[in-house]
């Protein structure tokens, strides 16, 4: 039973934001009745409960039907509105599941094509088979094993293809009318197709707001949504705080799924809501998910960097969404609050036509003012906000090196080759800095690491010439973005600072298995982590994998490095 729950919990976030459902029926096809209620309509099917799967061989549709029954007595060929997902592995061919099944002739059928590298939505139809939508996966390297859901509420079907970490890797998105109504199972083109599990899930709270949760510049005081699978009325609640409460009901036990906010939206707000579903017997109510939105100011708002944002990039570009009514904007920027405030002629950056302006020559370390005001149409002017950010001080973004000599990645960063430890910078071929698994810009600095073997601690060095000033503008932190591999070898990642008087202090990461993590995290380092070393004088700074102090002997593997920077 564990297991199937966890495969439930695994499934049912599928679409934007947390989705609940009533199972309906669920399998891990790991009890030896598990297919009983099964028919194979076509090809051959194998049920192996002891490896909990059903596996379907041969050539020419193969397909296998569930019969019931359901948990909430709904016969399985009068179902609308549900959710049909299975996992399964990965093969040459086309698994997928299947929705609306009325006969061999006619349904709903999304799977996973791996020649074309595509997530597709079929209507097999008597009049015939169309591919009414489909995708690309948004990586090529497919998982050996994944989820299909297949997502039917009224006339909206929508699929999706999650690895098991529930990514989701493709989606679609369709209107269609040609079956309101019908059975589920499991389908395969041909070829050999091994199903792990299957579940069939009715959502029961209200989905699909409009406006989507959380989107800006809205006018309009019209609420829409999907309705949740079993419901008859609608409360609605909109509030300008996300703890809504009765005094926030603005419609109650309404019939459509849509509601006129008569008072209207006051510039600038955001606003929360919610959908409560109501079902026939007036007294089972499943409260929805909070939504918000923000109506369109009068002002410039949203600004991009946030208001007050720190660590950003010397090279942004800044973004906001226009006032009501903007014709054009006028920008002013400084490091002088008082220059931005007063509008003064040396902020003043002229008028733009664009929500989007890119300033050249900001420093690193340094806190920069803004302000937009907005130009209608009859010239009035509104005055926006002064807003804020503070810029990081770059030390390696990687973005500089090229395949070309003298500009290589592992000319700039020592590797073992030089230095004798276990360390390879870049990739042995060109492009040599790696250009996939980035974690900003383009490129990234990968490091193969061997501490199998002495010294027992692998390292890249960074030299400054001349020396770097870390003590400027107030900087106090060190920042970088690291990435590693499940499978490496076990080994602490290290970062280590030298100044010109050849003093050295070392600092560890407080994760010994960060090596492990296979997404990008952050590593902040506080530089008085650095005792001793003369921050005034920076001469190396070292990314290593290991003890460097004290080497012992460890495991190999890969690491990836970017966006190195220092902040206050």
């Given at each position: 039973?564990?297991r199937a729950l966890s495969f439930i919990a695994a499934i049912v976030v599928f679409t934007t934001g947390p989705v609940y459902g009533r ?217 300008t705080r996300a703890d809504l409460t009765e005094a926030d009901l603005i419609g109650s036990r309404l019939p459509l799924t849509m509601h ?213 503008s107030g900087v106090d932190t060190l920042t970088v973005f690291l990435r590693g591999q499940a499978n490496n070898g076990a080994g602490a ?76």
């Open positions: 039973m564990t199972t309906l029926y669920e399998t891990r096809f790991d009890a030896p009745d598990a297919v009983a209620q099964w028919q194979v309509v076509a090809g051959t099917w194998q049920h192996d409960p002891a490896a909990g799967t059903y596996t379907c061989s041969g050539t020419n549709e193969l397909l296998s039907i569930y019969k019931g029954p359901l948990s909430n007595g709904t016969a399985v060929d009068k179902l609308a509105n549900c959710v049909v997902t299975a996992e399964l592995s990965r093969n040459t061919s086309a698994g997928g599941v299947c929705g609306r099944y009325k006969d061999i002739s006619n349904y709903y059928y999304l799977r996973h094509h791996a020649g074309d590298g595509q997530l597709q939505l079929w209507r097999i139809a008597t009049a015939g088979k169309v591919m009414i939508a489909s995708a690309r996966f948004a990586t090529a390297n497919q998982p050996d094993r994944f989820i299909l859901s297949l997502d039917m509420v009224g006339t909206t079907l929508i699929g999706k293809m999650l690895d098991l970490e529930q990514n989701e890797l493709a989606g679609v998105k369709i209107e269609d009318t040609a079956f309101t109504s019908g059975g589920v199972g499991l389908r395969n083109w041909s070829g050999t197709q091994v199903y792990h599990a299957f579940a069939v899930l009715q959502i029961e709270k209200a989905r699909f707001p409009a406006p989507a949760d959380g989107a800006a510049g809205i006018n309009s005081p019209l609420l829409q949504w999907m309705p949740g699978a079993t419901a008859v009325l609608h409360n609605v609640y909109l509030g006129w906010y008569a008072p209207g939206l006051q510039p600038g707000v955001t606003y929360y809501w919610r959908v409560d579903e109501i079902e026939a017997d007036m007294v089972t109510i499943h409260q929805g998910d909070v939504w918000s939105f923000v109506s369109q100011a009068l002002t410039a708002y949203q600004p991009s960097p946030a208001d007050g944002a720190g660590s950003v990039s010397p090279a942004v570009t800044l973004t906001w969404l226009p006032g009501r009514g903007a014709l054009k904007h006028r920008l002013y920027s400084s490091d002088s609050a008082d220059a931005v405030r007063q509008g003064t002629a040396a902020a003043d950056k002229g008028e733009l036509t664009e929500t989007t302006f890119a300033p050249e020559g900001l420093l690193g370390a340094t806190t920069y003012y803004w302000r937009v005001d907005e130009v209608l149409l009859d010239g009035t002017v509104q005055t926006g906000p002064v807003w804020s950010f503070t810029t990081f001080l770059p030390v390696d973004d990687f973005e500089s090196y090229t395949d070309d000599e003298g500009h290589r990645i592992y000319e700039t960063w020592t590797d073992g080759w030089t230095n004798g430890t276990g360390s390879t910078v870049g990739n042995v071929q060109a492009p040599f800095a790696e250009r996939t698994i980035v974690h900003g810009g383009k490129q990234s600095m990968p490091m193969d690491y061997d501490n199998t073997k002495a010294p027992f601690y692998s390292e890249a060095e960074l030299t400054f010439a001349p020396t770097q000033d870390w003590t400027i990642l290290y970062m280590a600072l030298r100044d010109s008087t050849g003093k050295n202090a070392v600092a560890v990461h407080p994760d010994p298995a960060a090596v492990n993590a296979n997404v990008w995290t952050e590593w902040k380092i506080p530089l008085s982590s650095f005792t001793g070393v003369s921050l005034a004088r920076v001469k190396k700074l070292c990314l290593g994998v290991g003890n460097c102090q004290a080497p012992a002997a460890g495991g190999a593997g890969r690491i990836y490095l970017d966006d190195i920077r220092l902040s206050k």
